[in-house]
């Protein structure tokens, strides 16, 4: 579909800065030309116009730690100590959902993610057959990054699943999907297994990826302190210089790494990823709600780690909302620092835009408003009394602009919202069925436990 996007204040986090009065053209999925609306008029006679006056468009958010499927456990357990609320109440739940029940959860929040300008969202989950997060991405249209979490005690029914995904999704659904190797943390990966999982990882993109299009890792690293006992108590080995440390003489670390979490770490383990190039995925809320403690986040950026956002999973959060992630990022550092000019509204803007798209190594498609680029675009009205009056639209895009303020969504040039209507899936409907999903999971856990 070929469209314009006319009037609105484009915010491109790219070359061209802000642009008031600013135009968007979009051909089929890409992003052909913006600039000033007086220099584009009439050039492109008969496009679909969308008025964006009033409006601010943004590139799509990117939401780089998910666990999208776990949607249907929010709230279900709040307030336990980290251990008791896994063991107890997270995983013998989890142990009753079936494929579909991960369908839908992934739904849910790919329609909680659209509806709160997230464009991309790279989640961490169970991949089964016929029922998983990637065909329901795909069905509402979200651009994503579907990974199969890995576990030692399953090595053989990962490595089927790693090989089914990459094979059956892997730059699927005109190409919004992509595909990860997820370990889940370096204490539940034994380390023959995560050195296995790398060869596995280049031996999947020979078949199905390629350098501007590749299958990354994702996983957990330094979430907490007690991490590195941890892998010392699971597998026999010593941690002594920290985990990241221990990783790097697996040789396992790389630019394509996603590691989210990365709370406890050393001035060294610091060094340490930024000469590996992996991407720390920061996730402010959920890091505060299981008090794992604070990532040093100012000192990672002043290494030159990039360091992108994330939600983790509605468990932890209980929402997808980036903004409210933003927000909370910002504030968190200048806080605990006692030094308020740490990660100011613009620089917060980058980490959940174009540095989330260079943590997932796709850059070069999405992130930023700049032509060639993919049309994945947020338009927010800014009409509102708690945008008023406007000086700096990075000021409010960080510090006061709400989800609900998200009117329309554009993914891959496709409007999957508008006028806060997602045009892909019936979200009433999602919802029964996630509600239904709750009522069959707590039948099946109730029947467990008898
Ligand atoms: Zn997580």
Redesign the pocket.
């Known amino acids: 579909m070929n469209l314009v996007i006319v009037g609105g204040t484009i915010v491109t986090v790219g070359s061209r800065g802000i642009i008031q009065d600013g135009t968007l053209v979009v051909e089929d999925s890409r992003i052909v030309d913006v600039g000033k609306s007086n220099e584009l008029k009439g050039k492109y006679p008969g496009y679909e116009k969308i008025d964006a006056r009033g409006k601010v468009v943004i590139p799509g958010l990117i939401n780089t ?3 999208a499927a776990m949607s249907l456990l929010r709230g279900y357990a709040d307030d336990y100590p980290l251990k008791e609320w896994l063991e107890e109440w997270i995983w013998p739940f989890e142990s009753c959902m079936t494929g579909y029940d991960i369908y839908v959860g992934a739904l849910l929040t790919a329609v909680e993610s659209i509806m709160s300008g997230t464009t991309t969202v790279n989640t ?1 989950y169970h991949y089964v057959g016929d029922y998983n997060e990637a065909g329901a991405f795909a069905e509402a249209g979200l651009r994503g990054v579907i990974g199969h979490v890995c576990f030692s005690w399953r090595k053989n029914q990962d490595r089927k699943a790693l090989r089914d995904l990459a094979e059956n999704w892997h730059g699927k659904s005109s190409g919004t999907i992509r595909v990860s190797v997820d370990p889940h943390a370096p204490y539940t990966v034994d380390p023959e297994y995560m050195k296995e999982l790398r060869s596995l990882t280049t031996e999947l993109n020979g078949k199905h990826g390629s350098p501007a299009d590749p299958i990354i890792w994702h996983m ?1 690293l330094a ?1 907490t302190s007690d991490e590195p006992k941890k892998v010392e108590d699971a597998f026999s080995v010593s941690v002594e210089g920290g985990v990241v440390e221990y990783l790097d003489s697996l040789g396992v670390l790389g630019e394509d790494v996603v590691a ?2 990365c709370v406890s770490l050393e001035k060294r383990d610091i060094g340490l990823l930024r000469e590996r190039g992996v991407k720390v995925a920061h ?1 402010p809320v ?1 890091n505060l709600k299981l008090a794992s403690g604070i990532s040093p986040v100012p000192s990672l950026l002043e290494e030159g780690v990039t360091v992108s956002l ?1 939600t ?2 509605a468990c ?1 959060n209980n929402v997808a909302d980036m903004f409210e992630v933003m927000k909370l990022a910002a504030l968190l550092h200048k806080g605990v620092n006692g030094n308020p000019t740490l990660l100011p509204a613009e620089r917060v803007l980058r980490m959940a835009t174009i540095d989330g798209a260079k943590a997932l190594s796709w850059e070069r498609q999405i992130g930023s408003i700049e032509v060639g680029k993919k049309a994945d675009v947020a338009l927010i009205n800014f009409d509102k009394p708690h945008l008023c009056p406007l000086y700096n639209e990075m000021s409010h895009l960080v510090y006061a602009v709400r989800a609900a303020d998200v009117e329309t969504v554009l993914i891959n040039g496709r409007i999957v919202m508008e006028d806060r209507e997602v045009k892909t899936v019936d979200t009433e409907e999602v919802m029964e069925k996630a509600a239904e999903a709750k009522e069959r999971l707590l039948e099946r856990l109730t029947s467990d436990q008898q």
């Open positions: 730690h998910q666990h961490m957990h979430e989210a979490h996730n959920s994330g983790d999973s932890s």
